[in-house]
Structure formats: structure tokens, C-alpha cells
């Protein structure tokens, strides 16, 4: 029950920012130069000991594909409420994708952590190719990815 409750107050923060005070958050993603085609990526939320909250996007439009986002699709099995309306084209090698959402005041500085999965068809799948807590300090500054993504930031 607790946990039900937690899911619902986070989802209503993100989804209902009209009845939380809530800000645009930019979130910039710059793919690392790699060979192959573009990179399948999925920017969701978790709580501090990384239990899945939210999706936040989805790049890379075949489905098919999803299940190569390991940690993601493994609390979500990519369940159709999950992606709906928030899904956007592969990102390739060397490009950069700019994604921008409302996101409640109430997740800063209270555990929450942006995490990215990546996955590159012939390459490796990467769980966590970035994991950022959610916290002001971080704002604005440039967090390293594991393999397929150079370099992420969140205004």
C-alpha cells in the first residue's frame, strides 16, 4: 500500500504540474562517436535506491527494440502507458538530443536520481550509461556517460 502510494503522489507530481509548482527541465544528451546505427535511449526517474518511478523519453521507435534497454525494460516491461506521447527518433552517433519536460520541485534534493539506458544495434546494451541525482547542485553540469553518451546535462 505504501508503495502504491508513493507511485501515485510521484506520478501526479510529474503528470499534474497545473496542481504541484513544477519547472521546465531541459535535458541535453550528446551521443559519443561510435560506429553503427543511431543509439535506442530511455530517460527515466528512480527513487534513491533505484526503484523505477517514471519514464521521462523513449528515443528509437521500433518496439521491438526496447527490451535491449535492459534495466528499464526490466521495471517496466515497456508497457504501452509507460511510452505513449513520449517518443522520439534514434539518436546517432556524434548528434545531440535536446528533450525539455515540466518536473515537480518536490523531486530536487529528496533522493530521485535521471537515469539513461542505451542500447546500439551490433554494440553493447548499457544500463545505466548515466545515473544523475536529481539535486541543484547538479544543474547545469556536465555528467559523463559510461559508453554511448558523452556527455549529459539537466537546466
Known amino acids: 500500500m505504501k508503495s502504491l502510494l508513493t507511485t501515485l503522489a510521484l506520478t501526479s507530481a510529474i503528470i499534474l504540474p497545473g496542481t504541484v509548482i513544477a519547472k521546465t527541465i531541459t535535458l541535453t544528451t550528446e551521443m559519443a562517436n561510435y560506429r553503427g546505427p543511431g543509439a535506442y535511449l530511455v530517460i527515466y526517474i528512480t527513487d534513491s535506491k533505484g526503484v523505477y518511478q517514471d519514464t521521462v523519453w523513449v528515443s528509437g521507435g521500433k518496439s521491438k527494440y526496447y527490451g535491449h534497454l ?24 556524434g548528434r545531440t538530443m535536446t528533450v525539455s519536460f515540466d518536473l515537480s520541485d518536490a523531486l530536487f534534493d ?20 548515466v545515473v544523475v541525482p536529481l539535486t541543484s547542485d547538479k544543474l547545469g553540469k556536465d555528467i559523463s ?8 546535462t539537466f537546466r
Request: charged residues 25%.
Open 70 to 93: 535492459v534495466s528499464w525494460y526490466r521495471a517496466t516491461g515497456a508497457a504501452a502507458a509507460e511510452i505513449n506521447g513520449i517518443t522520439g527518433a534514434s539518436v546517432g552517433s
Open 110 to 129: 529528496a533522493g530521485y536520481q535521471l537515469r539513461i539506458d542505451t542500447s546500439v544495434e551490433d554494440g553493447r546494451d548499457v544500463a545505466h550509461d
Open 145 to 152: 556517460g559510461r559508453r554511448y553518451i558523452k556527455r549529459f
